[in-house]
Nanobody, 123 residues
Framework: QVQLVESGGGLVQAGGSLRLSCEAS????????IRWFRQAPGKEREGVSC????????YYEDSVRGRFTISRDNAKNTVYLQMNSLKPEDTAVYYC????????????????WGQGTQVTVSS
């Protein structure tokens, strides 16, 4: 079965850390650029961070730069999002999406989406 599965979400206090995982099955993740999105209640989905398929480039939105780190382990077919110094405004469902390209093209479609993992940061 071809799918992306996120894990690692949970409830954490402000200032804490979580590491999200995005594991692919049924396809080889090293051919895909990956983007993490999040969607808070009542808000539009927003991009958070992305990483190139060859692991040479990463990008972060201003709201998370310096606190979040994206990485990938192609041998494990997994991309990670390390989230430190979490804030209540980081509370959202986090999704990963795969695009069959080296660098994410924001206007292009994503080939696969995960089901999401909930991150809740208490103040």
């Amino acid at each position: 079965q071809v799918q992306l599965v996120e894990s690692g979400g949970g409830l954490v206090q402000a200032g804490g850390s979580l590491r999200l995982s995005c594991e692919a099955s049924g396809f080889t993740l090293d051919e895909y650029a990956i983007r993490w999105f999040r969607q808070a209640p009542g808000k539009e989905r927003e991009g958070v961070s992305c990483i190139s398929s060859n692991d040479r480039s990463a990008y972060y939105e201003d709201s998370v730069r310096g606190r979040f780190t994206i990485s990938r382990d192609n041998a494990k077919n997994t991309v990670y999002l390390q989230m430190n110094s979490l804030k209540p405004e980081d509370t959202a469902v986090y999704y990963c999406a795969a695009q069959h390209t080296i660098l994410v093209v924001s206007t292009a479609k994503y080939d696969y989406w995960g089901q999401g993992t909930q991150v809740t940061v208490s103040s």
